[in-house]
Nanobody
Framework: QVQLVESGGGLVQAGGSLRLSCAASGRTSSRYAIAWFRQAPGKEREFVAGINWIGSTYYADSVKGRFTISSDNAKNTVRLQMNSLKPEDTAVYYC???????????????????WGQGTQVTVSS
């Protein structure tokens, strides 16, 4: 089993920045895909960004150029740096993990076996 714990959410004004962290513990693997998803009220959970075990990164079009995903393997931590935040970025952000040797990063929730509890991000206009 893998446990994921997110941190770093909060309230920020439009144009501001936040950095989310996802700490993994338990039976972690060196072959993985980690992704951030978000879910706004009344909307489906959507892919935001992902990183595979060789460090390749993938982003949703809505966050390209504003968000950066990175991993610190020594600390079993994945971070999401969010800049130029917009009110439409408001959502609960979830970290998800898939133990896999594939290089492809899944963009659907069903591609992931492990989930964190989520952290709220609110961007005021």
């Amino acid at each position: 089993q893998v446990q994921l714990v997110e941190s770093g959410g909060g309230l920020v004004q439009a144009g501001g920045s936040l950095r989310l962290s996802c700490a993994a513990s338990g039976r972690t693997s060196s072959r993985y895909a980690i992704a951030w998803f978000r879910q706004a009220p009344g909307k489906e959970r959507e892919f935001v960004a992902g990183i595979n075990w060789i460090g390749s990164t993938y982003y949703a079009d809505s966050v390209k150029g504003r968000f950066t995903i990175s991993s610190d393997n020594a600390k079993n931590t994945v971070r999401l740096q969010m800049n130029s935040l917009k009110p439409e970025d408001t959502a609960v952000y979830y970290c998800a993990a898939d133990e896999t040797t594939r290089l492809r990063v899944g963009v659907l929730p069903r591609d992931y076996d492990y989930w964190g509890q989520g952290t709220q991000v609110t961007v005021s206009s």
